[in-house]
């Protein structure tokens, strides 16, 4: 037969209790020093998620770039005029030049590896508007359009890139992956983007929305 708890010698009783006595104390310990973590907490233990703020900050910018966004019919003669004053007027400075928030309504009329120029009517035929459209998103635009997210904000030059980055994607994966494999050269679109104006007569805009109308 099986031996009981209390059919064994003393001595052997005594390391079965102290044995018994000191797993509930670690247990006990280790419930103590549980933390549970929020996900900002998290991300603080583990390292930056630049998926986790990209999908946390890109509906903010979105908002704010169509909130605050300048018809291009009315920012082109002004930029033309001072690509300085019109930076200040309308949009936050990055470095080289500012970047401005911008609506437009026009007919796409040429395509180059993801990139569509744009036709707006009644805009001078001296600015050139392109627009990413493609399976490669370039440059920070949509980082740095609010002004409010700061080299400060990130531990170091690469999360501030990679957090740029990350954007770049989710505005891919929410705004341009339902127009993949489209031709829409000869459409309409309407688009709210935001662009760095560095030279007045060349806009490369980066959309946080496209709406094509026909």
Request: aromatic share 6%; proline share 4%; glycine share 8%.
């Amino acid at each position: 037969m099986p031996a009981t708890l209390n059919s064994l010698p003393a001595n052997k009783r005594m390391k079965v209790y102290v044995a018994g006595v000191c797993a509930l104390a670690l247990m006990a310990l280790m419930a103590f020093d549980t933390k549970v973590l929020s996900l900002a907490e998290l991300e603080g233990e583990v390292g930056f998620s630049p998926e986790n703020f990209a999908q946390q900050s890109f509906p903010e910018i979105k908002e704010y770039i169509e909130t605050n966004a300048v018809e291009a019919n009315v920012l082109a003669p002004e930029a033309l005029e001072s690509a300085g004053a019109s930076g200040e007027k309308y949009g936050v400075p990055s470095g080289i030049g500012h970047v401005i928030p911008v609506t437009l309504t026009g007919v796409v009329v040429d395509e180059k590896s993801g990139i569509y120029t744009v036709n707006v009517a009644d805009m001078s035929d001296e600015i050139v508007i392109r627009v990413q459209a493609g399976s490669a998103i370039n440059g920070t635009t949509l980082r740095d359009t609010t002004g409010d997210i700061q080299f400060s904000d990130f531990t170091n030059q690469i999360e501030y890139q990679n957090a740029g980055a990350a954007l770049n994607e989710e505005m891919k994966r929410q705004i341009l992956s339902e127009m993949a494999g489209q031709d829409l050269t000869g459409k309409t679109l309407v688009i709210a983007g935001s662009f760095n104006m560095i030279n007045p007569k060349n806009w490369l805009i980066t959309p946080v929305s496209i709406a094509i109308t026909d």
